[in-house]
């Protein structure tokens, strides 16, 4: 069950546009930590290694999460900017 949940759910998402990817990947990346925190409240894995791969995806996160808002920022900045006229 276990492998069928992770091997269909954290596959790579890819969209139309770089930040609807983005965001998918975000959300992966959460339930990717929700399934660390069971495999750990589980025993499954030491707490030693929880708490490496945990910082490991926070940090991660945390990449995806600048990369997100510069992405957002610039598609703001783009759909703001005067068309050109055709004269």
């Given at each position: 069950?276990?492998?069928?949940?992770c091997?269909?759910?954290?596959?790579?998402p890819?969209?139309?546009?770089?930040v609807?990817t983005?965001?998918?990947?975000?959300?992966k990346?959460n339930m990717l930590?929700?399934l660390l925190?069971l495999?750990?409240?589980?025993?499954?894995i030491r707490?030693k290694d929880y708490?490496a791969l945990?910082?490991?995806?926070?940090?991660?996160?945390?990449?995806?999460?600048?990369?997100?808002r510069a992405?957002e920022?610039?598609d703001?900045?783009?759909s703001?900017?005067?068309t050109?006229n055709?004269?």
């Amino acid at each position: 069950w276990s492998s069928d949940v992770c091997s269909s759910d954290l596959s790579i998402p890819m969209s139309e546009t770089k930040v609807k990817t983005q965001k998918l990947l975000s959300i992966k990346i959460n339930m990717l930590k929700v399934l660390l925190r069971l495999a750990k409240d589980c025993k499954s894995i030491r707490d030693k290694d929880y708490i490496a791969l945990q910082l490991t995806l926070q940090e991660i996160g945390k990449m995806l999460g600048g990369w997100i808002r510069a992405s957002e920022l610039k598609d703001k900045k783009l759909s703001q900017e005067p068309t050109p006229n055709s004269d």
